[in-house]
């Protein structure tokens, strides 16, 4: 299957089939893969009277920096994963997905930076650079609070149930550390 538009309607429709299974109900999709089947639909007979979908930067070099693909959704069109309860991170580049996107309960994430910098994937990049990176990802993104019942900070894996590290805590004087109601301690996975 491929991404499918509804040219009346505007709806671009993403299918299930079309991202590639992480772990669990964790998806990835690259934002290269869905640029291109837009484009082969743009290109189709019954497209090609339509606007055109998105706008691509492709990955480029600025004063000695690789930047990473920009995609930009365009003229009015929309994006819907097929519905389900699953998480799907968009890979490859920043977009504006999350800005056009038909919310169901699709959890979905960009991860745009403003800095992106494109990652030469061969040679140098390591399974171990690679690694660093996700654990890096986890850490700032991923479902993370204070057990106070263990007196320890807990990081859970991607699907926000299963721990993934804990830390002990402990206030500067070694007495056990206390929060009061209305005290935040806990920090969710990021809101689209």
């Keep these: 299957m491929a991404p499918s538009i509804n040219w009346a309607t505007k709806v671009i429709t993403v299918p299930t089939a079309d991202l590639t299974l992480l772990s669990g109900s964790l998806y990835e999709y690259s934002i290269n893969t869905f640029r291109l089947a837009l484009k082969d639909l743009e290109d189709d007979e019954v497209g ?12 480029h070099t600025l004063a000695g920096v690789a930047y990473g693909r920009e995609i930009q959704v365009i003229n009015g069109y929309t994006v819907t994963f097929q519905d389900g309860q699953y998480g799907v991170n968009i890979i490859g580049g920043n977009s504006n997905v999350s800005d056009v996107l038909n919310r169901n309960q699709v959890s979905v994430n960009t991860a745009n930076s403003a800095g992106l910098i494109q990652v030469d994937t061969g040679g140098t990049f390591s399974s171990a650079d690679r690694t660093k990176l996700e654990w890096i990802h986890k850490i700032s993104k991923n479902r993370m609070e204070v057990d106070i019942a263990a007196q320890q900070l807990v990081l859970y894996d991607d699907n926000g149930t299963t721990v993934l590290q804990r830390w002990n805590l402990a206030c500067s004087g070694s007495e056990s550390v206390q929060t009061s109601s209305g005290v935040q301690a806990k920090r969710s996975a990021p809101l689209l």
């Design 48 to 59: 090609m009277p339509f606007l055109k979908t998105h706008e691509h930067t492709p990955p």
